[in-house]
Structure formats: structure tokens, C-alpha cells
């Protein structure tokens, strides 16, 4: 008997922007909800083994930035910018991917232009459709704060 959940849309928000990390793996696009346990809380370490680590820690790394958005679970910070900005020339289509999800969560406007060249240029589609959605959360979240001052 199956045990794992499948997911046609988000139990949060409702919008249909689910990601599929894995067979039990989920998070969405929209909105903070993930189904993904923490990986590390050790900021430092992941942020290593994301440039360091061989492809398999690369990847784990990356999935667990992906928790960035969550203020409870909150690993890295716009000081890891940079870091991550250097991570989206990794090999890896999976971890430019992680790393570009992660970057519109942050909502890291420095990393604006290189997701833009993403968005555009990379030959996997994850990755550029990633890169996409990045932009326009870092896009929104720079409109609300011309807004709110
Ligand atoms: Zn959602």
C-alpha cells in the first residue's frame, strides 16, 4: 500500500504550483508550505557543502535553502546572497534550481539580473521556469516595499 502522499495542489493556498522534490517531497511555489524536513539548522555548513560538497551534498543543500522563505525555519540571509548567486553556475540542474527558488523566497533583488539570464538562457526548463517564478516573487516583494515605505 502506497504510504506517500500525492499532490494535485497546495493544502495552504490552493494554487496548483506544487513542486515535486521527491516521492515524499513536496513544497510550494506560492507560498511558504513545504512538507520537506529540515535538513540542517547549521547555516555555515550548508552554505559549504553547496559550493564544496560533491553533487550528491550539493543538492541536499540546495533543497534545504529552499526553507529559507519560512520565518520559523529561517537559514540563511541576505548576507548568503552572494553565495547563492555564485551556486546558480553550478553543474547541477537540479541545485540551479533549488538555488533559484530559494533566491525568489529571500527575495534577493541583487540576484535580479543573473536570474533574468537564467530565465532566458539556461537549457534545462526546470531551471529556467524556476528562475521565472524567482523573479517575479523578488519583483512583488520589491513593489510592496516601494509601497509600504
Ligand atoms: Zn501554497
Known amino acids: 500500500m502506497d504510504s506517500y502522499q500525492l499532490y494535485k495542489e497546495c493544502p495552504q493556498c490552493g494554487e496548483e504550483n506544487i513542486q515535486k522534490l521527491d516521492i515524499n517531497s513536496w513544497f510550494c511555489l506560492d507560498c511558504d ?19 564544496h560538497g ?44 533549488f538555488v533559484a527558488v530559494a533566491l525568489g523566497k529571500l527575495e534577493a533583488t541583487l540576484s535580479l539580473a543573473k536570474l533574468k539570464d537564467i530565465a532566458q538562457n539556461d537549457n534545462s526548463a526546470l ?5 521565472s517564478t524567482a523573479i517575479e516573487q523578488i519583483e512583488e516583494g520589491f513593489q ?6
Open 127 to 131: 531551471v529556467r521556469q524556476g528562475a
Open 54 to 97: 560533491d553533487i550528491h551534498s550539493r543538492r541536499i543543500a540546495a533543497q534545504s535553502l529552499i526553507n529559507i522563505g519560512d520565518a520559523e525555519r529561517h537559514i540563511a540571509t541576505q548576507a548568503d546572497t552572494q553565495t547563492l548567486i555564485n551556486a546558480l553556475d553550478d553543474e547541477d540542474s537540479d541545485v540551479r534550481y
Open 144 to 149: 510592496k516595499k516601494l509601497i509600504s515605505g
Open 33 to 51: 508550505w513545504d512538507n520537506l524536513s529540515t535538513i540542517s539548522n547549521d547555516n555555515d555548513e550548508l552554505v559549504s557543502s553547496l559550493l
